[in-house]
């Protein structure tokens, strides 16, 4: 198995994505890492840093171009093709790598992952499947690839989010769960009404009905699909309400000399609560339905974040993730295919 990491892009990089994929790298040694970019930055990073990048698993592949968070999407197929992103892509569809890890650009990281990669034949839209970090987990489908989605859409991103959260998250029976302004069926959009009907007739998931947004975090399903434009507004709502909890509960602890004393009894706890917030924990977020594993990392994300989106990409290619969606969704596809 082989992880291609893309060291250049994201708000940290190559800091933090180096430091992040030399730890994976080092800790899983009987798998092979190829880390996409600038060598001469990546040798004098790891230099100061006082450790080597020579290791036995580890190839270097030289770009000197990067995607930045202003490129527009289709950057990556057009003008810089040479971009630590575009030619990390490019190794993954020639089957040099098994997976591919970048904090970078959602939307190039989006369009090259489906122009390059492609999606598995079939498969109407990859989606970002990005797990909202509640007590009960759930992976919101899709959180920001597309802004519109016809109603067959609905169904394929709720039968991926079903395989992922089965194989990667080990939940047996996943439900599955449509967002809407309201419980009843006949509520929403034509389109998002017509998914409902979908969903209800559709082979392989477990549809339990419409899911309003007050409820999201109350563990009513393992898989709330959406079309990306109320998605990411879910997540980036879930994202920011989240510190502006952990900030007023602190500020409420440390407002005088009496809640200081109180604050010393329920540190840890609020430390852990802060914890179960962090979407790092879960590293970043696989875009599902391309022929190859493709991780989206968060764009802040740090060290720890990196080394654990690499062990989500791993995870996804050791339980053969991509080859269960596409035996689910298209298994005609796959039986011809095997012939």
């Known amino acids: ?15 933090e994505i180096l430091l992040g994929a030399y730890e994976a790298a080092s800790e899983n040694p009987n798998v092979g890492f190829i880390f996409v970019g600038n060598e001469g930055i990546m040798r004098a990073i790891a230099s100061a840093r006082g450790f080597s ?6 190839e270097i592949v030289h770009t000197t171009g990067v995607i930045t968070m202003e490129d527009q999407p289709l950057s990556v197929v057009r003008e810089k093709k040479d971009s630590s992103m575009g030619v990390g892509l490019k190794l993954l569809s020639e089957g040099k790598g098994d997976a591919f890890v970048s904090a970078g650009n959602t939307g190039a990281l989006h369009a090259g992952s489906t122009l390059i990669v492609r999606r598995i034949k079939g498969i109407q839209k990859s989606g970002i499947a990005t797990i909202l970090p509640y007590a009960n987990p759930t992976m919101l489908m899709d959180s920001g690839a597309n802004i519109e989605i016809p109603p067959e859409t609905y169904v394929q991103f709720a039968q991926m989010g079903t395989v992922y959260m089965r194989e990667i998250m080990g939940v047996p029976n996943p439900r599955i769960g449509l ?10 959009t034509k389109t998002v009404a017509s998914a409902y009907e979908l969903l209800e007739k559709a082979d392989g998931i477990n549809f339990v009905g419409n899911i309003e947004g ?3 975090p109350n563990g009513k399903c393992d898989v709330l699909v959406c079309d990306g434009f109320a998605g990411n507004i879910v997540l980036k709502l ?18 005088n000399p009496l809640t200081k004393v109180s604050y010393l009894g329920v540190k840890g706890g609020l430390k852990n609560m802060k914890k179960s917030f962090d979407a790092s924990e879960y590293g970043g977020a696989p875009l599902l339905g391309l022929s190859k594993t493709v991780i989206k990392a968060h764009g802040n994300s740090d060290a720890y974040a990196i ?8 995870q996804c290619v050791d339980n053969a993730v991509t080859y269960k969606i596409a035996k689910l969704i298209v298994p005609h596809i796959i039986t011809e295919e095997n012939q």
């Open 179 to 188: 967002l809407n302004i309201g419980e009843e069926r006949i509520k929403g």
């Open 238 to 255: 879930s994202e920011g309400l989240s510190k502006f909890i952990i900030s007023k509960l602190t500020d409420v602890f440390t407002a």
């Open 53 to 58: 990048i020579n290791l036995p698993n580890v």
């Open 214 to 216: 007050k409820d999201v």
């Open 1 to 15: 198995m082989r992880i291609i990491v893309d060291i250049m892009s994201g708000d940290k990089a190559p800091l």
């Open 307 to 314: 080394k654990n989106a690499i062990r989500q990409a791993l």
